[in-house]
């Protein structure tokens, strides 16, 4: 065995022993200037002097390792034992041991208790109100005294625990504020409240959270159900929508290669009934030049002979040149009554026009299927949960609003009064009816429940543009409004009225049934696509 070596080795944990005895646990650096504390730590005599100062304001100062109280201010002397050996261990060139320090970012939360530059805080203590880096978290789990101590992750909320009117931890909650307070609260501002202990209020407040938690996860499971059914709608859409382009493609196409064979079979014909004529005319033409050369030479030997002075060579010339071969029939030609391809033209061009107009008929309701295609309308909603889907909170319009019908502050409630009330001019505002509009344009599917009071109510989907008319609503095109008066139901549009049925609340004879409503919106969303 080398003995040298062995001394050397038990040397060197000798050296590393001493480092962290004489390590300040602030700056975690050797000692510099070191003092002893009364409960026997030893510091840096700057870094607990920082400390402290940070503590003028409660004018309690402590430890920052065990955490004891000293009041007043310990007086600072330095520890000239340990500053020896500092230096000591300094002319040695032995520094103290590496940390990995871990400073602590702008998102992190920072060591109460480093100065300087902190380091990342690794707990929190629910009970000192302090966060702790890996070093000084040390005596949380060393000392007897911090047995009770509640750690938790890293927090920068701590001071939130601290009730801001006594300055002492929050450990109770006030069921009649549902807030949380200090133990001096229900002396005072919090007294005769319901209050129980923060610990209670969390255990009972847990068993909810866990039954919330399940209704979560049943919703999750339920909508990702519903997520499936949508891709396969999707899909099915897709398909059909590619099934639809193909079958319409080959639908035109053909209709495009029909119209291009006609095109092709009426050039075809009019260009062979053009030769036909063109070389009947020519045939004539031919023919009639062929009469005209044949009455030309007779008129010249004509004229010869009518200057021969010998009356029997005249006479005996005369009759035969006077002969003339059967003319070749043409009946007059007239343009007006010439058809050539002039009614060819304008029976195409009529077709044409009976193609286009057709093709714009039948178009506007293609393109009206088209945009009647509704995936999610073809899952009706069936239950009051399923219907929520698509509520949406309806205030109502105080421009509109008759000046005998009076809004809550929230424009959510209104009733009718006996005066009037005394609203500014608004061009929007209806004079000589008690209705009201809402703020929110609606698109889509969309749900509201009503609760009315005494009397009847009339709920009514409309046009903005309506209040130009006037006009009470559902007697006109522009909307379209469900009543209810004497537990009787009644649609009404264009000023035509239905009587309908509809199920009666079960929380009051005087209260509209959700399904009623739907049943409304449903029905006003069919008139307005029919």
């Not at 239950?383 to 949406?392: G, H, I, K, M, V």
């Not at 009397?455 to 559902?474: H, M, P, Q, R």
Request: proline share 4%.
């Amino acid at each position: 065995m080398d003995v040298s070596c062995l001394g050397s080795g038990m040397a060197q944990q000798g050296a590393q022993l001493d480092q962290e005895t004489i390590s300040c646990s602030i700056c975690l650096d050797l000692l510099k200037d070191p003092v002893t504390i009364p409960c026997g730590h030893s510091y840096c005599m700057n870094c607990i002097k920082i400390h402290w100062d940070e503590e003028v304001v409660k004018e309690i100062y402590s430890c920052p390792q065990c955490r004891q109280t000293f009041t007043p201010r310990p007086v600072l002397v330095k520890n000239t034992m340990l500053a020896v050996l500092v230096e000591q261990l300094k002319k040695t060139g032995l520094q103290a041991t590496p940390v990995d320090h871990c400073y602590a970012g702008p998102e992190d939360v920072a060591c109460d208790v480093c100065t300087g530059r902190k380091l990342k805080a690794v707990k929190s203590c629910l009970v000192c109100l302090v966060s702790y880096c890996e070093k000084h978290l040390q005596p949380h789990y060393e000392s007897p005294a911090f047995e009770k101590h509640k750690l938790v992750d890293p927090s920068k909320k701590l001071q939130e625990n601290i009730c801001c009117r006594h300055d002492e931890v929050m450990k109770m909650f006030c069921r009649t504020d549902q807030l949380c307070i200090c133990y001096l609260c229900p002396v005072d501002e919090h007294k005769g409240h319901d209050t129980v202990s923060a610990a209670a209020e969390r255990t009972e407040r847990q068993r909810e959270l866990e039954v919330s938690r399940q209704n979560i996860q049943q919703r999750i499971q339920d909508r990702e159900k519903d997520v499936k059914l949508l891709q396969q709608e999707v899909e099915a859409v897709s398909r059909s929508a590619d099934k639809a382009v193909e079958d319409s493609e080959k639908i035109f196409t053909g209709l495009i290669r029909l119209i291009q064979k006609r095109s092709s079979d009426v050039k075809q014909q009019i260009r062979s009934q053009q030769e036909t004529e063109v070389s009947r005319v020519k045939e004539l033409q031919e023919k009639l030049e062929q009469e005209i050369t044949e009455l030309k030479r007779k008129d010249a030997e004509l004229k010869q002979l009518s200057h021969t002075e010998d009356h029997t060579e005249f006479l005996q010339n005369y009759f035969p040149l006077t002969y003339l071969n059967e003319s070749i029939y043409f009946a007059p030609i007239h343009p007006n009554c010439l058809w050539h391809f002039d009614e060819v033209r304008n029976k195409v061009s009529e077709l044409g026009d009976k193609l286009q107009d057709t093709m714009s008929k039948e178009w506007t309701k293609i393109s009206l299927k088209v945009t009647e295609v509704d995936v999610l309308l073809s899952r009706e909603p069936k239950t009051r949960a399923e219907f929520l889907d698509y509520s949406r909170q309806i205030t109502l319009d105080p421009n509109t609003i008759n000046t005998h019908l009076s809004l809550s502050k929230e424009n959510r409630k209104v009733t009718f009064m006996a005066g009037e009330q005394c609203y500014p001019y608004h061009p929007d505002r209806y004079i000589d009816r008690c209705q009201v509009l809402s703020r929110e344009s609606l698109t889509g599917r969309c749900y509201w429940e009503v609760e009315k009071g005494v009397g009847g109510v009339s709920v009514v989907v409309a046009y903005k543009d309506i209040t130009a008319l006037n006009e009470t609503f559902g007697q006109n095109d522009k909307s379209w409004a469900l009543e209810f008066y004497k537990c009787r139901y009644e649609f009404r549009h264009n000023n035509i009225s239905t009587p309908v049925s509809g199920p009666s609340s079960s929380k009051s004879p005087d209260h509209i049934h959700s399904a009623s409503l739907c049943w409304f919106l449903s029905l006003w969303s069919h008139w307005k696509h029919s």
